[in-house]
């Protein structure tokens, strides 16, 4: 009996989590690319709309690969002066930014 309550609460388990991934999760389609330190490449794939990202180092030349518009900060926790970057668009490489948000 003590089996059948493993299995089942595992099941349980399961199920919850498949359908809390499967959900109203909701992201930006595409790739966000930025210029990083000595200008290394970095990207977000899909990033997730309505949520601030801070830069955890120095970040610039931001391009919008994604089907949403975008708005970069100044500052970190989305403060600061803003850029709005629609879809496809880039801004040059002596933006640099602490933040950004996607779908704002």
Not at 93 to 104: A, D, E, H, Q, T
Request: aromatic share 8%.
């Amino acid at each position: 009996m003590r089996l059948f309550r493993t299995v089942v609460a595992a099941f349980g388990g399961l199920l919850l989590s498949a359908s809390l991934t499967t959900g109203s999760a909701v992201a930006s389609d595409g790739q966000f690319v930025w210029a990083g330190p000595k200008g290394k490449p970095y990207s977000v794939q899909n990033p997730p709309d309505h949520k601030c990202l801070d830069m955890g180092q120095e970040a610039r030349a931001p391009h919008n690969f994604t089907k949403k518009p975008l708005v970069v900060y100044s500052g970190k926790k989305c403060k600061g002066t803003a850029t709005q970057l629609e879809p496809g668009r880039k801004a040059g490489s002596n933006l640099s930014f602490g933040s950004v948000i996607f779908n704002p």
